[in-house]
């Protein structure tokens, strides 16, 4: 009777878990434009994007999305009002326009400026009309982006586009237990930083914000607390990736 009971009990935990968890990206870095983030819960969509507050900077969204041809929605931060987008694979060769779409599902919660770096974070339902539906489990996320020269929307050029999957994962299995759970303070900082983690590091890698490597750290030591000097950085933001094995996450860093 116990074991029918105890097998009982964890289905039922199997089943809260698939019926009422939330998934996440964590922070996850794109080339050194910005950064993305991805939260799913049973109904909605939060996505967090960042990067430079004087560029378009754009996320493709689709089951095999690994160029624009094969990419069927789009989030676009540029300087228009609208942020959802639709590929048209029309235009000047493989240079394809997308178009915004006549229903805007994305509601923008929030969009800041800190030291010419933007943020943005959005919502919507997982399942929209016309978009790309969302799951609410622990599938890698396939994403196309790009980052234009200026807010307007255009081409991006030749090397201002990758592609990634984005692996997902309990959201607290994540925050809790691996190093997608970082702080690094003070922030901002004129001096140095300590970079907190909860599981040691391997290295630290400095990106500009136009994605160039600024300095290359390798962290010999596995504590979780690590000073990293910034005083011989010029004022801007800068983008920490923190690598532990085969794990790397994100921060950005204002230096003043």
């Known amino acids: 009777m116990k074991k029918q009971t105890i097998i009982i009990v964890c289905l039922l935990l199997v089943i809260n878990t698939i019926a009422f968890g939330q998934f996440t990206t964590a922070t996850h870095g794109l080339g050194g434009?910005?950064?993305?983030?991805?939260d799913t819960s049973p109904t909605t969509v939060t996505l967090k994007l960042t990067g430079s507050s004087t560029r378009w900077l754009g996320v493709g969204f689709g089951a095999s999305a690994t160029t624009m041809s094969t990419c069927t929605d789009m989030f676009i931060w540029n300087d228009t009002p609208d942020r959802d987008f639709t590929p048209t694979h029309v235009g000047n060769d493989y240079h394809y326009m997308p178009v915004p779409d006549v229903d805007q599902s994305w509601t923008i919660v929030s969009d800041t400026v800190t030291a010419g770096l933007r943020t943005v974070v959005a919502t919507r339902a997982l399942v929209s009309a016309g978009d790309y539906t969302f799951l609410n489990d622990s599938s890698f996320l396939q994403i196309i982006y790009a980052q234009g020269d200026t807010t307007?929307?255009?081409?991006?050029?030749?090397?201002?586009?990758?592609?990634?999957?984005?692996?997902?994962?309990?959201?607290?299995?994540?925050?809790?237990?691996?190093?997608?759970?970082?702080?690094?303070y003070p922030n901002p900082s004129k001096g140095s930083v300590t970079v907190q983690t909860k599981t040691g590091l391997d290295s630290i890698v400095i990106y500009s914000q136009t994605g160039a490597v600024v300095q290359t750290i390798a962290v010999n030591s596995k504590k979780e607390g690590n000073e990293v000097a910034v005083n011989g950085l010029a004022t801007g933001v800068y983008i920490f990736e923190l690598q532990n094995g085969s794990e790397k996450t994100y921060k950005n860093v204002v230096v003043e």
Request: aromatic share 10%; charged share 15%.
């Open 152 to 184: 307007t929307l255009a081409y991006h050029g030749t090397n201002s586009h990758n592609t990634t999957p984005l692996n997902r994962d309990l959201w607290l299995a994540v925050e809790d237990f691996s190093i997608n759970a970082p702080s690094i």
């Open 33 to 38: 434009f910005g950064t993305i983030r991805i």
